[in-house]
T-cell receptor
Framework: AQSVTQLDSHVSVSEGTPVLLRCNYS??????LFWYVQHPNKGLQLLLK??????LVKGINGFEAEFKKSETSFHLTKPSAHMSDAAEYFC?????????????FGGGTRVLVKP | EAQVTQNPRYLITVTGKKLTVTCSQN?????MSWYRQDPGLGLRQIYY???????DKGDVPEGYKVSRKEKRNFPLILESPSPNQTSLYFC????????????FGPGTRLTVL
């Protein structure tokens, strides 16, 4: 089985300060991990993905995430938040060995950026 | 323009009245899937399809049907909708499967009274 837990349902940051969104996953061996962003009233857009290459993954809009197998974590960070980062973020796992061709989403983290 | 389209975008219906939400992609993708989004639960996969005539259940398939007769289309069918199916629905597609980027449609907001 595979599962994803996003540890914070809401995160509030000031513009220009760092953002940290925490994600822990459970899977058998070699998961693919993703972060997607959903702006208000929009569909989801891929921020970045990890598929067993480099453990530090860089994505769009200055976001990056680090895969830590020992901690089963895939936290998303950005050094300096911008107002346009206000959105909901989803951590996603897929593990062909554990769950075939299914995708499992975390519950989401809503980010508020204060001016 | 490469895209996933869904219709309708908004639908209000009554319990028991059959409905279909269409999904179409123009990227020649093999993999297509349906999700429902509910507050605090993220997105949950309803059904997915690896290719034409190949469909499989996701995590919450009860009360839904799908078909994949053509590569580009993947309709979601609610034979007898119930109020607990009130949700925001997303269709998505990707080139080969779950290890690839998923391209999402704009969503369909369904209300079942």
């Amino acid at each position: 089985a595979q599962s994803v837990t996003q540890l914070d349902s809401h995160v509030s940051v000031s513009e220009g300060t760092p953002v940290l969104l925490r994600c822990n996953y459970s899977s058998s061996y070699s998961p693919s991990l993703f972060w997607y962003v959903q702006h208000p009233n929009k569909g989801l857009q891929l921020l970045l993905k990890y598929t067993s290459a480099a453990t530090l993954v860089k994505g769009i809009n200055g976001f990056e995430a680090e895969f830590k197998k020992s901690e089963t974590s895939f936290h998303l960070t950005k050094p300096s938040a911008h107002m346009s980062d206000a959105a909901e973020y989803f951590c996603v796992v897929s593990d062909r060995e554990a769950a075939g061709n299914k995708l499992t989403f975390g519950g989401g983290t809503r980010v508020l950026v204060k001016p | 323009e490469a895209q996933v389209t869904q219709n309708p975008r908004y639908l209000i219906t009554v319990t028991g009245k059959k409905l279909t939400v269409t999904c179409s992609q123009n990227m020649n993708h093999e993999y297509m899937s349906w999700y429902r989004q509910d507050p605090g639960l993220g997105l949950r996969q309803i059904y997915y399809s690896m290719n034409v005539e190949v469909t499989d259940k996701g995590d919450v398939p009860e009360g839904y049907k799908v078909s994949r007769k053509e590569k580009r289309n993947f309709p979601l069918i609610l034979e007898s909708p119930s109020p607990n199916q009130t949700s925001l629905y997303f269709c998505a597609s990707s080139l080969w499967g779950v290890a690839n980027e998923q391209f999402f449609g704009p969503g369909t907001r369904l209300t079942v009274l």
